[in-house]
């Protein structure tokens, strides 16, 4: 084995005993690390807060619009309700008023046909 062989080979075994000395950390590429561990977790937290607060501020909200709607709902149920009730009197005077018309329109007929029958003698 060639010097510069024997050297290559030390060096890499080196660099095998470094990297296995040091902890493993996926924010570390190529001995330049983009985020440090210690920091991350913090990071994590305080993203998870303000994603809990969102999502508290979203609830409130929501719990808020259905009260809303809950109420909407129930005045629109009462004005069903009465819409209801006038409709069923409106059917009711409708009725009494064909009713009506019949009769009126019976009375009319029958005076039609005893003027059409001939003059009446007294």
């Known amino acids: 084995m060639s010097q510069s062989q024997s050297l290559k080979l030390a060096r ?3 660099v095998r005993e470094i990297k296995a000395l040091r902890p493993y ?3 570390i590429h190529r001995d330049f ?3 440090y561990a210690p920091f991350e977790k913090p990071r994590k ?3 998870l807060e303000a994603s809990l607060s969102q999502l ?3 609830v409130s909200d929501l719990v808020q619009q259905n ?3 809950l ?3 129930q005045a629109l149920s009462a004005e069903l309700a009465q819409a209801k009730d006038e409709n069923e009197s409106l059917q009711l005077s409708l009725m009494e008023q064909e009713e009506k018309q019949g009769a009126t329109a019976a009375r009319i007929q029958a005076l039609v046909e005893r ?3 001939g003059p009446v003698s007294a």
């Open 67 to 69: 009260q809303s709607l």
């Open 33 to 35: 690390s983009l985020s």
């Open 25 to 27: 950390n996926p924010g």
């Open 115 to 117: 003027v059409s029958a």
């Open 56 to 58: 508290e501020q979203l």
């Open 71 to 73: 109420s909407t709902n």
């Open 12 to 14: 890499t075994v080196a």
């Open 45 to 47: 937290i305080k993203m």
